[in-house]
């Protein structure tokens, strides 16, 4: 198979941004897209056939998350609208007067500030979650902030910055036993939605098993392309549907289907039932070398946590020096890396994730994330861990001439 | 001692990095540059012409602090920094195949350039930004993220030349001739191998606005524009199809985008909205004005004494005019902002002539050509527009605790200079730039005016 990442002699390590499409996903949109364009809400045979395949798709989708009907699976165009129509949608369906809803304060932006849009029009209460020092979130803070008005949980799977997982099946499970006490009580249900979009490819993503009842899943975030995603929403959850339209998606989500992009999801996710175990365990190699390179480099320290973890990130602080300018410089060295406190990308302020796992504003300048995927080469670790020294040193000692 | 083994090694550095750059340049790599481009025609033709000359070309978008929406009215962001010039600027680096970086200097540019420039006016005086930010940010905080990036040259698209300075050897305690004040060996003027020239285009000429910057790292800028005219470099975007080549000339503060000043600092700052007296130089009341703000010396006063009391037109020798308004308005002596007496909360007016002086005294002093001392007749620019001024170094001050105490790696600077000019000019400006020249026009340094 053709090394995509490394186009050019270029090395991509920044899979937990975006993969690139994997060529056999490719080939089966592309094979769908010339045969069966067709609306599937059409009658005829052309729309029959779309429907037939998309239907085909959700089931085996369906399955791969554990869920029992198909129809609990609802496409979305990526994790941002998926994180959207959960939290808008049960609030919007809620019949509490001014419903609270508990998330952390490492949430991806999509949640974050959905919930304090929501908060700041004074449609919900919100409480944010401290974490700990590898950004994980504590189960019993959790118990403690649940109200008589909680109707939604919202805690990522696995956070994008840092790679710490979360323990979601605990907190399934305990909610799933308050909801049994609350529904005697006469209290809302309190639902559980989880960002699962930076998890789907590595962890366990049974909705059983996590005792979830909403789970958004972005699909270019393992080899399908961008704009296609999914919710699952479980059966008797109540839920408003936010885009407004037709019936289409169970009348959960109006807009026709994008039919190239589910075929490409189900294409993605089946690559993932076949090989999705070897790639992580191939990947958390690739990156345990990586690790144990980069800490051979002075003042150097690993974010995150130390075993619950996916294999694919690794995300460091160079002390004293700004990641930004590691990014930059890698980047003209060809190897295309990121960093959460990104002045490029407009906001000035450090990761609001390392702020919280209790760096300071400096600590966090200095911030890398190198994010493997299943395009990476032994070589491109390799060549990280030739340049990468040379860049911090260069880095470190520069004592600019005009001060 | 300390001040010399600094100076030694930073001398050692800086031939250190020049024998870098040669032997890069010996083995074929190509020095790398970093292009400040601002998505305006002139940084966009820069980054293009070098990128033709074989250099390897990064451009870099600065982010500016930009007034929220509800100060400068409209719905325009900072004129030169909109999101409109980023993708302008992103799309020309994208066209000429090099990379692109955006740098977010808002938060320090607010604390450096904005702020200093309500607290100049503040203090009744009229401070130019633009040299403030050449110093602070295009040359200050770009140089160092370029040095980070490992490029050995930052350009932009001022209209500025470099050129060789005439070496000269002070003296250690070298006595200067005219001058009754002795310049000290360890300051290292004579270090200087560079300055900059005005431009060949005169009406676009910018050395003024770079009279503040340091000037040891003027080795490594690069003004592709300096030996150009405007309309070249116009037709040049043109004919390269840059998508930028009919593109506005951006004027004015690009904080201020709507150009109104004096709402700005009175959105800023509350201190000088507080109404008092127009005088006239002896102190008689002329008129009221409705708050310090935004008045700049040698502007033209009009309005505000109109509607008051017209008896005060008699020392003019106006004849008696109660009846006579409009003749009165066409008959009235112009009148002009002398001085801004922020203490007394008073503007002080008179007539044209009153605003010549011949003597001015420039304040925290950066050095960028080592002959500023040397020449006895030198050119002095009092604002940017101005047609620099014969003029003569009267007295210097250099206060011995800044020297000694000169951080390592700070710049060169004198704290008074005392001007007399050769003939009086008109509207020396307290809190502008003074920039000096020599007679051909090489920058020596510049000033701010007291």
Redesign the interface.
């Known amino acids: 198979m053709e090394n995509k990442t490394t186009q050019s002699g270029r090395i991509y390590l920044d899979c937990s941004a975006t993969t690139p499409t994997d060529p056999r996903v490719m080939k089966k949109m592309c094979e769908f897209m010339e045969k069966d364009f067709g609306n599937p809400s059409s009658v005829h045979a052309f729309g029959r056939e779309a429907r037939g395949k998309i239907e085909e798709a959700r089931r085996s989708i369906a399955e791969f998350i554990g869920s029992d009907d198909p129809m609990e699976v609802i496409f979305t165009s990526g994790g941002t609208e998926s994180d959207n129509m959960a939290i808008v949608g049960v609030v919007k369906a809620s019949k509490v007067k001014k419903p609270h809803i508990i998330t952390s304060v490492i949430e991806h932006k999509a949640v974050l500030s959905t919930i304090e849009d929501l908060e700041k029009r004074g449609l919900v209460e919100a409480t944010y979650l401290k974490v700990d020092g590898y950004g994980k979130v504590n189960l019993e803070d959790l118990k403690k902030e649940i109200k008589y008005n909680t109707i939604l949980v919202s805690i990522m799977y696995v956070n994008n910055e840092i790679g710490t997982v979360q323990p979601i099946r605990e907190i399934g499970k305990y909610l799933e036993k308050l909801n049994d006490q609350r529904e005697r009580g006469g209290f809302p249900k309190v639902y559980f939605h989880t960002d699962a979009v930076q998890a789907f490819q590595y962890l366990n993503v049974n909705v059983k098993h996590l005792h979830v009842d909403l789970m958004s899943v972005s699909g270019h975030k393992f080899y399908a392309p961008k704009g296609i995603g999914l919710l699952f929403i479980k059966k008797g959850t109540h839920i408003e549907k936010i885009q407004i339209g037709g019936g289409q998606e169970f009348g959960k989500r109006a807009g026709t289907e994008n039919t190239p992009g589910i075929i490409a999801l189900s294409a993605a996710i089946d690559i993932l039932k076949k090989e999705g175990e070897k790639d992580g365990e191939r990947i958390g190699k690739l990156k345990d070398k990586l690790v144990k390179g980069i800490e051979k480099i002075e003042n150097v320290t690993l974010t995150g946590h130390p075993k619950d973890r996916i294999p694919s990130v690794a995300s460091f602080l160079f002390h004293g020096i700004?990641g930004?300018?590691i990014l930059?410089?890698l980047?003209?060295d060809g190897i295309a890396v990121s960093t959460g406190s990104a002045?490029?990308s407009?906001?000035?302020e450090a990761s609001h994730v390392l702020l919280a796992c209790g760096y300071d504003h400096e600590q966090a300048q200095g911030n890398i994330r190198f994010s493997l995927g299943r395009f990476t080469q032994e070589s491109d670790i390799k060549k990280v861990l030739e340049v990468l020294p040379g860049i911090v040193d260069?880095?470190r000692e520069?004592?600019?001439?005009?001060? | 001692m300390y001040c010399e083994i600094v100076t030694f090694i930073?001398n050692c550095?800086?031939r250190i990095e020049n024998f870098i750059i040669m032997s890069k340049k010996s083995l074929n790599k190509k020095p790398r540059v970093v292009v400040a481009m601002s998505g305006g025609v002139d940084s966009c033709v820069a980054a293009y012409l070098l990128k033709k000359q074989g250099y390897e070309v990064?451009g870099v978008f600065l982010?500016f602090w930009t007034p929220p929406v509800s100060v400068c009215g409209t719905s325009r962001e900072n004129a030169c920094c909109d999101m409109r010039a980023l993708l302008l600027a992103r799309q020309v680096a994208g066209q000429l195949d090099i990379?692109f970086?955006?740098?977010?200097v808002?938060?320090y540019f607010k604390k450096e350039i904005v702020d200093n420039f309500v607290h100049e006016y503040e203090s009744g005086r009229t401070p130019n930004p633009c040299v403030r930010c050449n110093e602070k940010i295009k040359?200050?905080v770009l140089?160092?993220?370029a040095?980070?990036?490992?490029a050995d040259y930052l350009a932009t698209g001022h209209y500025v030349r470099k050129c060789q300075m005439s070496n000269i050897k002070y003296q250690k305690k070298s006595k200067i001739s005219h001058l009754s004040f002795e310049i000290d060996s360890k300051f290292d003027i004579c270090n200087l191998t560079f300055s900059l020239m005005r431009s060949k285009d005169v009406n676009k000429d910018q050395a003024y606005f770079l009279s503040g910057i340091?000037a040891?790292?003027i080795p490594?800028l690069l003004f592709p524009l300096g030996d150009m005219v405007k309309k070249d470099v116009r037709e040049i975007a043109k004919k390269a199809k840059l998508p930028v080549y009919n593109k506005k000339d951006s004027t004015g503060i690009c904080f201020i985008p709507d150009g109104d000043t004096s709402s700005f600092l009175s959105h800023y700052s509350n201190k000088l909205n507080k109404s008092g007296n127009i005088v006239d130089k002896n102190g008689n009341v002329l008129g009221k004005h409705k708050g310090l703000m935004g008045y700049t010396v040698g502007e033209k006063i009009g309005g505000e004494i109109f509607n008051f009391q017209f008896s005060i037109f008699n020392q003019y020798s106006i004849p008696n005019i109660q009846d006579q308004k409009d003749k009165i308005k066409k008959d009235v002596p112009r009148l002009y902002v002398i001085r801004i007496d922020v203490k007394k909360n008073r503007l002080i007016i008179g007539e044209n002539e009153d605003c010549f002086t011949d003597t001015l005294i420039a304040e925290d002093v950066n050095i960028i050509g080592s002959d500023l001392f040397t020449k006895k007749t030198i050119l002095a620019q009092i604002r940017g527009g101005h047609k620099p001024e014969r003029c003569h170094i009267v007295g210097a001050g250099i206060s011995p605790a800044r020297i000694k105490g000169r951080?390592?790696?700070?710049?060169l600077r004198v704290s008074k200079l005392n001007i007399k000019f050769l003939k009086p000019v008109r509207a020396v400006t307290p809190g502008q730039t003074v920039a000096f020249y020599d007679l051909k026009g090489k920058l020596l340094g510049g000033g701010i005016i007291k």
């Open positions: 700004e930004e300018a930059i410089n980047d003209l002045c490029s407009g906001s000035l260069r880095l520069m004592s600019p001439i005009a001060n | 930073e550095k800086l990064i982010k990379p970086y955006t740098v977010n808002s938060s040359f200050g140089w160092k993220k040095r980070a990036l490992g340091d040891r790292i490594h951080p390592q790696g700070s710049p």
